[in-house]
């Protein structure tokens, strides 16, 4: 069973950085995706940055490109995003999604988030000015 769990949340001032941390377990093959997603209240689900377990690649929305940075520790199973200048427009509450055998990742990012298999709980970002 993959479970993913998300870190790392907790309040931020407008233009500060926080690490968010997705840890995750039970995948049988390194053929998946991890996306970081969020949703404000009141509005969908959007994904901000893509890595691929398959590739090692990554992909950005354009409103965080520059900002935010994904990466991995594969020893721990752990996908990060370090998030800088953050703005009180991106509270959320942020999600770490899964996806086996994905498509490049251009084409992840293009897809509506209910295509993502697994889902964490999420962890609350509230960015205060």
């Known amino acids: 069973e993959v479970q993913l769990v998300e870190s790392g949340g907790g309040l931020v001032q407008a233009g500060g950085s926080l690490t968010l941390s997705c840890t995750t377990s039970?995948?049988?093959?390194?053929?998946?995706?991890i996306g970081w997603y969020r949703q404000a209240p009141w509005k969908e689900r959007e994904g901000v940055a893509w890595?691929?377990?398959?590739?090692?690649?990554?992909y950005y929305a354009d409103s965080v490109k520059g900002r935010f940075t994904i990466t991995r520790d594969n020893a721990k199973n752990t996908v990060f995003l370090q998030m800088n200048r953050l703005t009180t427009e991106e509270t959320a509450v942020y999600y770490c999604?899964?996806?086996?055998?994905?498509?490049?990742?251009?084409?992840?990012?293009?897809?509506?988030?209910?295509?993502?298999?697994?889902w964490g709980k999420g962890t609350q970002v509230p960015v205060s000015s």
């Open positions: 890595l691929s377990r398959v590739d090692g690649s990554t």
């Open positions: 999604g899964g996806l086996d055998h994905p498509p490049p990742l251009e084409i992840v990012a293009r897809t509506s988030a209910n295509a993502m298999d697994y």
């Open positions: 039970g995948f049988t093959f390194d053929s998946y995706a």
